[in-house]
């Protein structure tokens, strides 16, 4: 299985509509891969928010209006912030019956007041035990960063660590949300709490935007990524289900499930996308990643372990904190940097020798948890 072409567009408030936002990103990508659209067999929709943000649900017909020479199955794949991968993986199921897979993820979420995103994004959380309750994402993941200061000794300063390096990193991405943003320490330090221990640069941002990918079942051409490993695994949907709260369950098992089907090691990584929704679960992530061992991942992000020149790149397109979390798009948007990185294409932000990257892409709070490899030799 191959990745043969990647697409995405600028993430951020933008004006473009969703199905122009849809549009643009499927032609970027078809026009990186060595392919046409006729050559692609069938096509996966990614979007969570489509509905309450936009009014517009049924978007793989929606798709379809936007390539009106084509009959194709067209299938939209929703589980909240991870509906970018698990369409992918989904594809990747589907190409035993097609050779060659267009997905695609799009959301148009700037529009609307503070209130109604929170209610719209609460939606990924249980309705009776979560949202009834007033427990909003920012909240939930407040909980985790208190659990994991509790038991290993993470501070404050330690997230400021990450967020600082990813909005740094998302200077030297063009289409990154924050590429025009500079960032000091200070900003992040003195920002207005939002649910303590978090403050305002904890969290990332509501966006606009698309992403998506081409696969195949087989090589095209020399530019052409692997994929060598794909995992996903559900969890209980609420905090209160579970008897863990510095750990994602889910996400440990995808990853322990990718690694075995890549027959590869977390040490063999050279660079990982992770869905660092709020900056606590980067450290969560490069735990249940296996990349550092519990309670490591605050020592690995003070010794910049994770910077672009680092030991284990991390992020390096500035994550959902500083790239941009337009939530169908954002797994393939992972996608997009790790096979620009692999085919040593990304320029200012290039991680040298790169050979094998993950993607790390997260529903909820570990509700839905999906891993991806890659691999370019070469």
């Known amino acids: 299985m191959y990745v043969l072409g990647v697409g995405r567009t600028k993430f951020g ?59 194709l199955p067209i299938i939209r794949v929703e589980t909240a912030c991870a509906s970018g991968s698990s369409a992918l993986y989904q594809a990747i199921i589907a190409l035993s019956r097609f050779e060659n897979i267009l997905i695609v993820g799009v959301e148009k979420m700037t529009n609307a007041s503070t209130e109604e995103s929170s209610q719209n994004l609460g939606m990924a959380g249980d309705r009776l035990a979560d949202q009834t309750q007033g427990l909003i994402f920012p909240a939930h993941y407040a909980l985790v960063a208190q659990q994991h200061m509790e038991k290993y000794g993470t ?45 305002l640069f904890d969290c990332s941002p509501i966006s606009d935007g698309a992403a998506a990918v081409v696969i195949s079942k087989n090589q095209k051409s020399d530019r052409d990524v692997r994929i060598t490993g794909s995992s996903l695994f559900t969890d209980h949907i609420s905090l209160s289900h579970r008897r863990e709260h510095t750990s994602l369950e889910a996400a440990k098992l995808a990853s322990k499930q990718a690694y075995e089907q890549a027959e590869i090691t977390p040490k063999d990584l050279d660079i990982v996308e992770v869905h660092d929704c709020f900056t606590i679960n980067e450290l969560v992530a490069m735990e249940d990643l296996g990349i550092c061992k519990p ?20 992020n390096t397109d500035g994550g959902l904190k500083a790239d941009g979390h337009p939530i169908g798009a954002t797994g393939l ?46």
């Open 13 to 71: 408030v933008l004006t473009e509509t969703m199905p122009e936002l849809a549009y643009q990103a499927m032609y970027n990508a078809i026009n990186d891969s060595p392919i046409s659209i006729e050559d692609i067999g069938a096509v996966y929709v990614s979007n969570f928010l489509g509905g309450p943000y936009e009014k517009q649900l049924h978007l793989n017909s929606v798709v379809s209006s936007l390539l009106p020479e084509l009959r």
């Open 155 to 199: 501070t404050h300063e330690d997230l400021e660590l990450v967020a600082f390096k990813n909005h740094g990193n998302s200077r030297l991405n063009p289409l990154a949300h924050f590429n025009h943003k500079e960032v000091s320490r200070e900003m992040i330090k003195s920002a207005p709490v939002i649910a303590s221990p978090l403050n």
């Open 295 to 314: 309670g490591e991942s605050k020592d690995w992000v003070r010794e910049e372990k994770t910077t672009i020149k680092g030991e284990v790149p991390i």
């Open 333 to 378: 948007a992972q996608v997009f940097e790790v096979t620009t990185q692999l085919r040593g294409e990304a320029e200012g932000r290039q991680v040298e020798g790169a050979k094998i990257g993950l993607t790390h892409n997260i529903g909820g709070v570990g509700g839905t948890a999906v891993v991806h490899i890659f691999e370019r030799r070469g």
